[in-house]
């Protein structure tokens, strides 16, 4: 666990890349499987990675998330997309996955199947995509501390336009809507003003309240 802490003090949200260094994909594959196997409401997955690797698509997106050169220097770039809706037909494709995967039905999870679909299909949509976005915001904290495990920088980035994102990646046709922006790679050697200034966080004392 120190090891794990030391590498927590070493991340940081990096301002500048090094856009001649590329992650190994063995560590791209290591930090996306970390995110598909994190936890989710009712084990549900209701997001998906979209990694992008072209040029061209990424200098796209770029003037839609406030011209952040991390959008472009970066060596890959991941962007969590939350399902736009709760369906049935997604609902009941998860729980027969559990079914499938595990060889046997059981009376207990068929009747939470049936519970979760009364509960989340008649919701309201945009309800059942914020609920759905949060589960991504889960994915994130898995690939922040992934990333940092593999000794690779990243920057979890909130500031674009959603909407200009999910139609340059077509996302609307696939039922998903762009969450969260993740570039990934290495820190530049200059030029990050960030990249010394010292870590701060509240104090353990007036972040964590212990009630025994």
């Known amino acids: 666990m120190s090891d ?6 070493w991340r940081y949200a990096t301002k500048k890349f090094n ?4 992650v190994p994909q063995e560590k791209i594959d290591r930090i996306l499987e970390a995110i598909r196997l994190t936890a989710t409401s009712s084990g549900l997955q209701p997001y998906e990675v979209i990694v992008v690797s072209n040029p061209q698509l990424r200098a796209e997106i770029q003037p839609h998330a406030w011209n952040q050169a991390q959008i472009t220097e970066a060596s890959h770039l991941l962007v969590f997309a939350a399902w736009d809706n ?4 997604r609902i009941n494709m998860m729980f027969d996955l559990v079914n499938d995967e595990r060889g046997f039905r ?5 009747n939470y199947r049936q519970q979760v679909l009364a509960s989340y299909v008649p919701r309201d949509p945009e309800v059942n995509y914020q609920h759905a976005a949060r589960q991504a915001y889960i994915g994130l904290g898995t690939a922040l501390i992934a990333a940092a495990a593999e ?3 990243s920057t979890p980035m909130e500031g674009f336009d959603p909407a200009k ?7 609307k046709e ?3 809507r762009s969450v969260l922006i993740l570039p990934l790679g290495y820190r530049a050697d200059e030029g990050d003003w960030l990249v010394n200034l010292k870590k701060v966080r509240r104090s353990r004392e007036n972040f964590i309240s212990e009630l025994s």
Do not use: F
Not at 4 to 9: F, I, N
Not at 86 to 89: M, N
Not at 106 to 110: D, M, T
């Open 151 to 153: 000794g690779v920088d």
């Open 174 to 176: 696939r039922g998903l």
């Open 106 to 110: 059981n009376e207990g999870w068929e």
């Open 165 to 171: 994102v999910d139609e340059i990646l077509k996302l």
């Open 19 to 22: 856009p001649a260094k590329r």
């Open 86 to 89: 709760y369906t049935a037909e």
């Open 4 to 9: 794990l802490l030391q590498t927590l003090q």
